[in-house]
Nanobody, 124 residues
Framework: QVQLVESGGGLVQAGESLRLSCAAS????????MGWFRQAPEKEREFVAA????????FYADSVKGRFTISRDNAKNTVYLQMNSLKPEDTAVYYC?????????????????WGQGTHVTVSS
């Protein structure tokens, strides 16, 4: 079992930055790939970024490539999402997901554990 708690969301202006954190409990965190997804009102959950268990492999959605950075600290059981140059279209609830396997994946169905989400609002 893995329990995930996201934090760091908030209201910012376009062009500003936020760092999201996802704290995990459970012994399997260091062997689990992690992902960030987001869901805007009346839209499906979409992939944002993912990282392998070791941190050696990362993947990003085209819409955030070059602006967002995913990282992890296995000693702290935490995964981060650094979001720079935020745009109004980044407004969404951001969810952290954990996989049972160590390879990063981009589809939400590949993730078995989810946090409660953290709200990010970017004003223009």
């Amino acid at each position: 079992q893995v329990q995930l708690v996201e934090s760091g969301g908030g209201l910012v202006q376009a062009g500003e930055s936020l760092r999201l954190s996802c704290a995990a409990s459970g012994r399997t965190f260091s062997s689990s790939a992690m992902g960030w997804f987001r869901q805007a009102p009346e839209k499906e959950r979409e992939f944002v970024a993912a990282i392998s268990w070791s941190g050696d492999s990362t993947f990003y959605a085209d819409s955030v490539k070059g602006r967002f950075t995913i990282s992890r600290d296995n000693a702290k059981n935490t995964v981060y999402l650094q979001m720079n140059s935020l745009k109004p279209e980044d407004t969404a609830v951001y969810y952290c997901g954990a996989r049972r396997g160590g390879l990063a994946r981009v589809h939400p169905d590949d993730y078995g554990y989810w946090g409660q989400g953290t709200h990010v609002t970017v004003s223009s």
